[in-house]
């Protein structure tokens, strides 16, 4: 058992100090990434990002002094950098990423007013690099997808639409469902991230962010997706199953996408969950791939997943549609 104890004052934080009554030891309770350090996490996170964004380690000096009040020099945060390097991607492409974009307009940001505010953001030297990649030029028509929203998005459908996020599993074959779990660099980061922000409303977006500027593989967060009553019957039609339930009243399929990402040769959509072992979001994902493929002319090869700072579990969509698909042949 552990008693609060007095607080402790660092040279940014003031910290609360807990004393185990078994062995009498003090202690801050926080993740390793958390411990021993002169200033807190947020502030190395903030400080990796806008260096990141493409600010000189001057610049980056400069700016956290202004947000924080201290200065920090610029060796501080090389080191930042060379102890975070592993997560942090896009750090390799960011020479290339500044000679684009200036750091101002890396990011586009675009807000939402669909039932609640989304920010729709992406990252544009990605997807400038997108284009010109060997290896994933092929996927240039998810570039275009992404800088198209701001003006083809049809905002009226997501006032009366049914949301993907709330869809039931009945239109797939989940008999042919596999999951894999693992622990890959979005349980990393976000370990890293969720722990600095302590209002619970924030976490979601401040992930976002973080990966969005720091990764080498996210190219947008919050994307809007959506089927309209047309794509709705092209696509039962085309897979032989169900999407909207006699009498529901919805004409139309909306939703968000959390993370869209390009790496190893397909297309990633990834949802955050903070519990994600007891979460299956496996309906929401499927229609998330549904949509890409009509509003991004994909086939549906996508990868889906999600993930919480423990655990990541992915599924390919396609097999879940196989046997629906040759049974509407028949």
């Known amino acids: 058992m552990s008693r609060r104890r007095a607080r402790a004052r660092r040279k940014i934080e003031i910290v609360q100090l807990w004393r185990c009554a078994s062995c009498k030891r003090v202690f801050t309770p926080a993740p390793a990434a958390l411990r021993n350090k002169t200033y807190p996490l947020k502030v190395v996170l903030d400080a990796i990002t806008l260096y990141d964004l493409g600010y000189s380690l001057e610049q980056t000096a400069d700016k956290i002094k202004s947000r924080y009040g201290h200065r920090i020099g610029r060796s501080t945060i090389a080191a930042w950098l060379a102890e975070h390097c592993s997560l942090m991607t896009y750090t390799r492409l960011r020479a290339?990423?500044?000679?684009?974009?200036?750091?101002?307009?890396?990011?586009?940001?675009?807000?939402?007013?669909?039932?609640?505010?989304?920010?729709?953001?992406?990252?544009?030297?990605?997807?400038?690099?997108?284009?010109?990649?060997?290896?994933?030029?092929?996927?240039?028509?998810?570039?275009?997808?992404?800088?198209?929203?701001?003006?083809?998005?049809?905002?009226?459908?997501?006032?009366?639409?049914?949301?993907?996020?709330?869809?039931?599993?009945?239109?797939?074959?989940?008999?042919?469902l596999i999951v894999v779990e693992k622990e890959n660099a979005a349980t990393r980061m976000a370990g890293l991230v969720i722990p600095t922000v302590g209002d619970n409303r924030l976490r979601h977006e401040a992930l976002q962010r973080f990966m969005l500027v720091n990764d080498s593989t996210t190219l947008a967060v919050e994307v809007p997706i959506w089927l309209a009553p047309a794509d709705i019957k092209t696509l039962e039609r085309e897979h032989g199953i169900s999407l909207l339930a006699p009498g529901s009243g919805a004409g139309s399929i909306t939703g968000h996408i959390d993370f869209l990402q390009v790496r190893n040769g397909a297309v990633h959509i990834l949802d955050y969950k903070p519990h994600a072992r007891a979460d299956h979001p496996i309906a929401q994902l499927m229609i998330y791939a549904l949509a890409l493929t009509k509003l991004a002319g994909l086939r549906l090869f996508d990868i889906c997943a999600w993930f919480d700072e423990e655990e990541y579990c992915e599924f390919f969509p396609r097999p879940l549609l196989a046997r629906r698909r040759r049974q509407a042949a028949a």
């Open 96 to 176: 290339e990423g500044r000679r684009l974009f200036p750091p101002t307009q890396v990011i586009r940001s675009i807000k939402l007013y669909h039932r609640q505010i989304y920010k729709f953001e992406y990252h544009r030297p990605k997807l400038a690099m997108l284009r010109e990649s060997r290896e994933h030029r092929r996927f240039a028509s998810v570039a275009d997808f992404l800088e198209r929203v701001p003006i083809e998005c049809p905002h009226d459908l997501f006032r009366d639409s049914e949301r993907a996020s709330r869809k039931a599993a009945s239109f797939l074959d989940t008999s042919r």
